[in-house]
């Protein structure tokens, strides 16, 4: 069983950066599953904003981020790290990570961790 640990979260003013890290623990055959990042505002719909295959590395990002963000892993650290850029307050919600094993449909998501704040504001 993966355990996820999301941390990096915080305030940021618009145009900022910050860097989310997804951390798994447990049992790691991280190779078997695609780390998804998420994210959830106020009485909106749970979104993925990127995710990442452990095994290849192969990399998606919502159009909305494409250019802003950027999604990878660190092996040696067992974990997903988030790198967001030109932040606006759009991008102000929670931020959750999960896994789903490679090829299993986008509803397969699991593990979830709590999550971290982002909050842009000036």
């Known amino acids: 069983q993966v355990q996820l640990t999301e941390s990096g979260g915080g305030l940021v003013q618009p145009g900022g950066s910050l860097r989310l890290s997804c951390a798994a623990s447990?049992?790691?055959?991280?190779?078997?599953?695609?780390v998804g990042w998420f994210r959830q505002a106020p009485g909106k719909e749970r979104e993925l904003v990127g995710a990442?295959?452990?095994?290849?590395?192969?990399?998606y990002l919502i159009d909305s981020v494409k250019g802003r963000f950027v999604i990878y892993k660190d092996d040696a650290k067992n974990t997903v790290n988030l790198q967001m850029y030109s932040l606006t307050d759009r991008d102000t919600t929670v931020y959750s990570c999960?896994?789903?094993?490679?090829?299993?449909?986008?509803?397969?998501?699991?593990?979830w961790g709590r999550g971290t704040l982002v909050t842009v504001s000036s």
């Open positions: 447990g049992r790691t055959l991280l190779s078997y599953y695609v």
């Open positions: 990442i295959s452990w095994s290849d590395g192969n990399t």
């Open positions: 999960a896994v789903k094993p490679r090829g299993a449909p986008r509803d397969s998501y699991s593990n």
